[in-house]
């Protein structure tokens, strides 16, 4: 057989179950990868292996009307993945339907869809009945007309989306793997604790979180007991946001850094002892230096 490669863009408005929907084709999270490769501005997300093929996800963040500089270098940086890649999948909420996102997001790939690949996803189809999701097909299908395949996935149950993956790996491009084998996961550690401290927070706060939220890693101190020490800064744009984060007391953060830890030490198999501090930045959004770490462009938000 012959070896493929490619990359693969998953575009959507946010909540669409882009991440639930990678996890799975993607597996393991230790295989998230984030550096930045030659050939594309985007993050790599994660690599999945199906039989010969290889296919790089890259990380769009979701496509919503931009109203700040954040949002304006998200999204920008979300069709700046889908320009690069080699196919692209929307994925949209099958209860949903056509909402007025997806509706601009049609409009987009209407003026500047043609000669790309592109595939749609109709997810949480747990949510819907048969007859609604084939007119949901037929609707999307024919507002834009450049969708190569239709698929009905739920990305939570797992329904569909080794169709999708399969799909996917058969129609990247022939060529040699992009990523050796053993460098899948190869994402810098730093920004995975980081990430993990992210990952609780949402789980703790749900509706909560404030948004425009980021956690950093400060300094990752290797101790002569084989422990680590991570400090992280969380970082919230209001005074009144911190004490969301705080939580009464300090029982959120605190419950937040021990959920983190444990996860982290599973992770490096050793000990770890991690350090949480909230700090407000109410001109975080405008600092050049927290979009590079966030692997977006500061200057893709002008505007
Ligand atoms: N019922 C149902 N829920 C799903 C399905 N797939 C994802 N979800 C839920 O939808 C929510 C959003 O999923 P995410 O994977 O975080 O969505 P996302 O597109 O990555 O969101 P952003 O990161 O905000 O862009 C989560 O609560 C998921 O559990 C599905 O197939 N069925």
């Known amino acids: 057989m012959t070896q493929r490669a490619g990359f693969v863009a998953l575009i959507g408005e946010p909540n669409a179950g882009k991440s639930t929907l990678l996890n799975r084709m993607v597996g393991a999270k230790v295989s998230i990868v984030t550096h930045k490769v030659q050939t594309t501005r985007a993050r790599i997300r994660g690599v999945a292996l199906e039989g010969e093929s290889q296919i790089v996800f890259v990380d769009t963040p979701g496509l919503f009307q931009p109203r700040r500089r954040l949002d304006r270098a998200m999204v920008a940086a979300a069709w700046g993945g889908a320009a690069d890649a080699d196919i692209t999948v929307l994925l949209i909420e099958a209860h949903r339907?056509?909402?007025?996102?997806?509706?601009?997001?049609?409009?987009?790939?209407?003026?500047?869809?043609?000669?790309?690949?592109?595939?749609?996803?109709?997810?949480?189809?747990?949510?819907?009945?048969?007859?609604?999701?084939?007119?949901?097909?037929?609707?999307?299908?024919?507002?834009?007309?450049?969708?190569?395949?239709?698929?009905?996935?739920?990305?939570?149950?797992?329904?569909?989306?080794?169709?999708?993956?399969?799909?996917?790996?058969?129609?990247?491009?022939?060529?040699?793997?992009?990523?050796?084998?053993?460098?899948?996961?190869?994402?810098?550690?730093?920004?995975?604790?980081?990430?993990?401290?992210?990952?609780?927070?949402?789980?703790?706060?749900?509706?909560?979180?404030?948004?425009?939220?980021?956690?950093?890693?400060?300094?990752?101190?290797?101790?002569e007991d084989g422990s680590a020490r991570i400090d992280q800064i969380v970082y919230v744009s209001r005074d009144g946001h911190k004490g969301i984060v705080l939580g009464r007391k300090g029982e959120t953060i605190k419950a937040v850094g021990q959920a983190s830890r444990a996860e982290l030490e599973e992770f490096l198999g050793r000990k770890v002892h991690l350090f949480l501090q909230v700090k407000v930045r109410e001109r975080w959004l405008e600092e050049a230096e927290r979009y590079s770490e966030m692997g977006l462009d500061f200057r893709d938000g002008d505007g």
């Not at 999307?140 to 149950?157: C, D, L, W």
């Not at 460098?183 to 401290?197: G, H, S, V, Y």
């Not at 703790?204 to 890693?217: I, K, N, S």
């Open 97 to 223: 339907g056509i909402t007025d996102g997806v509706r601009t997001i049609l409009d987009r790939l209407n003026e500047i869809g043609k000669g790309r690949r592109m595939a749609l996803a109709i997810n949480k189809i747990d949510r819907v009945k048969a007859e609604e999701l084939l007119a949901l097909s037929e609707e999307m299908n024919t507002a834009y007309p450049g969708f190569e395949r239709t698929f009905m996935i739920s990305a939570e149950k797992g329904h569909g989306v080794e169709d999708l993956k399969r799909w996917l790996a058969g129609e990247v491009p022939e060529g040699p793997w992009l990523y050796p084998e053993d460098q899948i996961a190869d994402l810098p550690m730093r920004m995975i604790a980081a990430e993990m401290t992210r990952e609780k927070l949402t789980l703790r706060l749900h509706q909560e979180l404030p948004y425009q939220l980021t956690v950093e890693t400060e300094n990752w101190e290797e101790r």
